[in-house]
């Protein structure tokens, strides 16, 4: 009865590792891929030219975060027309390759 029980905690760990390593994302790729959303999510001061409105910072935004949110936008759970074009063309290695390149960037309070 206890082999059984820890035999299932190892495999929630060996679960939880791997889905651990699955959520790296590649930054070198990212960093091409993330070209179009920087049209919008400009790291300036994180406003889109024309017509200028206030977009979510996305520089040092957490890689788990960035994958969740992009899902969300593309499954329709969060409805935002723009964001749902975007993230619809998006498989689920290019979302964690670009919020890899995003995390990366750090927060620009720490350069
Ligand atoms: C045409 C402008 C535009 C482009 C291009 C664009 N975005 Fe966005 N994005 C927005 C706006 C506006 C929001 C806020 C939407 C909302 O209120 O839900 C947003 C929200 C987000 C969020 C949620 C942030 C948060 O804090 O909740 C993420 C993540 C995101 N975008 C990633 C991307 C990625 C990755 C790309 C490129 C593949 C991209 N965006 C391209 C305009 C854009």
Known sequence: MRSRIVAIIF???TLILSFAARADGDIAKGKVLSQTCLGCHGI??????????????LAGQNAAYIV??????KSGARSHQTMHAQASSLSLQQMQDIAAYFQSLGSPGQH
Do not use: M
Request: glycine share 0%; net charge neutral.
């Open 44 to 57: 300036a001061d994180y406003t889109n030219v024309y017509p200028t409105y206030r977009v979510p910072k």
């Open 68 to 73: 969740h949110a992009l899902q969300e936008y």
């Open 11 to 13: 495999a929630c760990i």
